[in-house]
């Protein structure tokens, strides 16, 4: 007979509890649980944007551990993830000249510079002929501590961060659907 703690929502609690989280990260998970539960999801990532703003460069927000970046690449950290599976909290720290592919993702997000300054292009998908695909720039800018952004399921938001220079950044990533597992799994990675 199985026990209360083996059904698939009490293993997520379990997992999402079991990380080492600040209350400023247990109390933006819940602001954020509060819009996931009253807005439809099409509203969900300028109302995350907007949630998560307030918290960015507080001195509070991160335990060093999560500060914590990699030679090879930028590197992901899992903050926090919701029992539902509606959303997960990673913290990306970026070291001088590290960037992502060019992109899209495989469900909503919002985006905040928590540190250091990103730059941030984005891309059409035009047909490049012969059947093929390509990315185009359409824009290029910086954001800083406190900037925000947010992006839709797919390929309407496609993009590329970068961290150019100065010490590194550190940017707070929430995305809309459960990233325990496999962070590397909300990008879809595109030819450019
Ligand atoms: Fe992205």
């Not at 551990?65 to 990699?70: A, I, L, N, Q, S």
């Not at 993702?105 to 919002?110: E, F, V």
Request: aromatic share 6%; glycine share 10%; hydrophobic share 40%.
């Amino acid at each position: 007979m199985a026990t209360r703690f083996d059904t698939p929502l009490a293993r997520a609690q379990l997992s999402s509890f079991s990380l080492p989280q600040r209350p400023a990260i247990r109390d933006l998970a819940a602001r954020i649980a509060t819009l996931a539960d009253a807005l439809p999801e099409t509203a969900l990532p300028a109302a995350v944007a907007d949630a998560l703003q307030p918290y960015l460069g507080r001195a509070d927000l991160l335990d060093p551990r999560y500060t914590e970046g990699d030679v090879e690449q930028y590197r992901r950290h899992l903050l926090y993830a919701d029992p539902l599976r509606r959303f997960t909290i990673l913290a990306l720290v970026w070291r001088p000249g590290q960037q992502t592919p060019v992109h899209g993702h495989t469900a909503w997000g919002a985006v905040g510079v928590h540190q250091g300054w990103l730059e941030a292009r984005s891309y059409d998908l035009v047909d490049a002929g012969s059947g093929l695909l390509s990315c185009t720039e359409t824009a290029c800018g910086e954001a800083g501590p406190g900037d925000t952004s947010c992006v839709q399921t797919g390929l309407r938001d496609i993009h590329r961060l970068a961290c150019r220079g100065g010490d590194g950044a550190i940017s707070i990533h929430v995305y809309g659907r459960d990233l325990s597992q496999d962070p590397g799994s909300i990008n879809i990675t595109l030819p450019h």
